[in-house]
């Protein structure tokens, strides 16, 4: 099926095989189509179809809701072409950086599969070539015999590499993360697509890190730490990190946050925030270089920000609600410009 | 249409956005110290209602779902936004906010401008 967009300075084509979504299509081809959560919930991928037949996917997608259906509104990240289509599309089409890696279709085989705490599990995932992604991004997963994708941040960073790290949160009621529960799914296999995502680590950039997690929030932010180790970023950037959890059996990655730290004691500050109990004794004798703290992570995070930011980027990740609470308070109270912020809103 | 009073000027706090409508139609209004702007009431990225989504501070608004911000003064976008807000001419009088409205101002959300 051949996609056409037109902007005024441009044509966009591109084809789309059978039963491929819109924005997978135009990304793969290394349209820059706009989109946030790839996953139905946000809305930022919003197409109008001029001509042509679309199936339009999830009929209960979140990032609908303002749509028009007069206006034949719909969400490239969950539509599919039935004929060629002629599509508009309102936001603007423009690359993030220059060295964005053009995201595509694997068939990912589980490889490692482990229990890090009650309701977090770790899962490996091999595609069959390798390949790179920035520190920060994530992929989108689809479980066998499971309508729609989610997505899931990578955990590793690899210049070149075969393998995909993920965590994943258990999530009441949720399909595909009961489906990862259920029984042991090593080498199960599974439809991803990627690197997405725009939450980013680039060591050119030359920033200091500061970092927000909720919960399964973290991953994407150790891929950062681990990129940034690679490069002994932190021999001359700081990094500060704050990790909300419930309790301390809720805790996981304490040994890969301890063995950054060991290397460079001063430039690296982790801080570990219990929601419901207080740190255990042995946490609190300072011994294995963490720092660890009792409340809600935005609230032990916030004061600890540089009024107007500095040098610094500071990432979010974690529930939504989460993410929305930090950014009213850091651009109002901390003055941090909008580009010096980063997020992904787990929906 | 003409100049409408939209409220008294003590109603728009600095750093405060305040819906009205005026005729039928919907518009914010914002403080910016010497003066006050209004603005349709959506944010012109994906028609978020900027009473709820938006955050004023040093003149400056940011809408807090996608991060676009503008220079509250001009209406200009800074950083990751790409549409201006478009301002409705404004005045003090008697001190009550007028409003010229001669047609609602309106983002063109099919916009297929790309640079
Ligand atoms: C950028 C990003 C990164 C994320 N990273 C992580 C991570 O590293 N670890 C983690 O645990 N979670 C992560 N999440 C959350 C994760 O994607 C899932 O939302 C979560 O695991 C719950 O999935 P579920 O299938 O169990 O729940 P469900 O409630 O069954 O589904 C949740 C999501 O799946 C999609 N979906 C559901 N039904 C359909 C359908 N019929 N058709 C199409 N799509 C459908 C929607 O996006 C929905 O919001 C991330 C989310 C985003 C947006
Ligand atoms: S990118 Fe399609 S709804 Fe978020
Ligand atoms: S809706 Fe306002 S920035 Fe996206």
Same mark, same amino acid.
């Given at each position: 099926?051949?996609?056409?967009?037109? +902007?005024?300075?441009?044509?966009? =084509?591109?084809?789309?095989?059978?039963?491929? &979504?819109?924005?997978?299509?135009?990304?793969?081809?290394?349209?820059?189509?706009?989109?946030?959560?790839?996953?139905?919930?946000?809305?930022?991928?919003?197409?109008?179809?001029?001509?042509?037949?679309?199936?339009?996917?999830?009929?209960?997608?979140?990032? &609908?809701?303002?749509?028009? @259906?007069?206006?034949?509104?719909?969400?490239?990240? %969950?539509?599919?072409?039935?004929?060629?289509?002629?599509?508009?599309?309102?936001?603007?089409? +423009?690359?993030?950086?220059?060295?964005?890696?053009?995201?595509?279709?694997?068939?990912?085989?589980?490889?490692?599969?482990?229990?890090?705490?009650?309701?977090?599990? =770790?899962?490996?995932?091999?595609?069959?070539?390798?390949?790179?992604?920035?520190?920060?991004?994530?992929?989108?997963?689809?479980?066998?015999?499971?309508?729609?994708? =989610?997505?899931?941040?990578?955990?590793?960073?690899?210049?070149?590499?075969?393998?995909?790290?993920?965590?994943?949160? +258990?999530?009441?009621?949720?399909?595909?993360?009961?489906?990862?529960?259920?029984?042991?799914?090593?080498?199960?296999?599974?439809?991803?697509?990627?690197?997405?995502?725009?939450?980013?680590?680039?060591?050119?950039?030359?920033?200091?890190?500061?970092?927000? @997690?909720?919960?399964?929030?973290?991953?994407?932010?150790?891929?950062?730490?681990?990129?940034?180790? %690679?490069?002994?970023?932190?021999?001359?950037?700081?990094?500060?990190?704050?990790?909300?959890?419930?309790?301390?059996?809720?805790?996981?990655?304490?040994?890969?946050?301890?063995?950054?730290?060991? %290397?460079?004691?001063?430039?690296?500050?982790?801080?570990?925030?219990?929601?419901?109990?207080?740190?255990?004794?042995?946490?609190?004798?300072?011994?294995?270089?963490?720092?660890?703290?009792?409340?809600?992570?935005?609230?032990?995070?916030?004061?600890?920000?540089?009024?107007?930011?500095?040098?610094?980027?500071?990432?979010? @990740?974690?529930?939504?609600?989460?993410?929305?609470?930090?950014?009213?308070?850091?651009?109002?109270?901390?003055?941090?410009?909008?580009?010096?912020?980063?997020?992904? +809103?787990?929906? | 249409?003409?100049?409408?009073?939209?409220?008294? /000027?003590?109603?728009?706090?600095?750093?405060?956005?305040?819906?009205?409508?005026?005729?039928?139609?919907?518009?914010?209004?914002?403080?910016?110290?010497?003066?006050?702007?209004?603005?349709?009431?959506?944010?012109?990225?994906?028609?978020?209602?900027? *009473?709820?989504?938006?955050?004023?501070?040093?003149?400056?608004? /940011?809408?807090?779902?996608?991060?676009?911000?503008?220079?509250?003064? /001009?209406? *200009?976008?800074?950083?990751?936004? *790409?549409?201006?807000?478009?301002?409705?001419? /404004?005045? *003090?009088?008697?001190?009550?906010?007028m409003v010229f409205i001669d047609e609602e101002l309106e983002y063109d959300f099919d916009d297929?401008?790309?640079?």
């Open positions: 099926m051949l996609i056409e967009i037109e +902007k005024k300075s441009k044509t966009y =084509r591109f084809e789309a095989n059978a039963g491929e &979504k819109i924005l997978h299509a135009g990304l793969r081809a290394g349209v820059p189509l706009p989109f946030e959560c790839a996953t139905g919930t946000c809305g930022s991928c919003k197409a109008r179809v001029n001509q042509g037949d679309i199936d339009e996917g999830w009929p209960e997608a979140p990032g &609908k809701e303002n749509f028009k @259906a007069a206006k034949r509104e719909m969400l490239m990240c %969950q539509c599919v072409a039935q004929t060629d289509c002629n599509l508009t599309v309102p936001s603007k089409i +423009k690359a993030f950086r220059e060295d964005d890696i053009n995201p595509d279709h694997h068939q990912g085989k589980i490889t490692d599969y482990e229990m890090l705490t009650s309701d977090v599990l =770790r899962f490996e995932v091999k595609v069959p070539i390798e390949g790179t992604f920035h520190a920060g991004q994530f992929f989108v997963l689809q479980a066998p015999e499971l309508e729609g994708y =989610r997505a899931y941040s990578m955990v590793n960073y690899s210049q070149s590499t075969d393998t995909l790290e993920f965590i994943i949160k +258990k999530f009441p009621g949720g399909e595909l993360s009961n489906w990862a529960f259920e029984s042991n799914r090593l080498n199960e296999t599974l439809d991803v697509f990627g690197p997405l995502g725009r939450a980013t680590f680039h060591p050119d950039e030359g920033h200091d890190l500061f970092m927000i @997690a909720g919960g399964s929030g973290v991953a994407g932010l150790m891929s950062i730490l681990e990129h940034a180790n %690679q490069v002994n970023y932190f021999q001359d950037h700081k990094v500060e990190l704050y990790f909300g959890v419930r309790t301390p059996n809720d805790l996981f990655f304490a040994e890969r946050f301890r063995a950054i730290k060991t %290397q460079h004691p001063d430039n690296v500050s982790i801080n570990i925030v219990f929601s419901n109990e207080p740190p255990t004794s042995e946490q609190l004798s300072g011994n294995d270089g963490l720092n660890y703290l009792t409340g809600f992570v935005h609230e032990r995070a916030l004061p600890a920000v540089l009024e107007g930011g500095g040098n610094t980027m500071h990432y979010l @990740a974690g529930p939504a609600p989460m993410v929305d609470a930090l950014i009213r308070p850091l651009i109002l109270d901390s003055k941090i410009p909008a580009d010096r912020i980063r997020y992904d +809103k787990f929906n | 249409m003409s100049w409408k009073a939209a409220c008294p /000027t003590g109603d728009v706090k600095q750093d405060k956005i305040k819906e009205c409508t005026i005729d039928g139609v919907e518009i914010i209004l914002v403080n910016v110290g010497d003066g006050f702007r209004a603005y349709p009431p959506v944010c012109p990225h994906m028609e978020q209602y900027l *009473e709820g989504s938006g955050i004023c501070a040093n003149n400056v608004m /940011t809408c807090d779902r996608h991060l676009w911000q503008w220079d509250m003064k /001009t209406g *200009e976008p800074l950083g990751p936004a *790409e549409k201006p807000l478009l301002i409705y001419d /404004t005045k *003090e009088e008697d001190g009550q906010v297929d401008d790309d640079d």
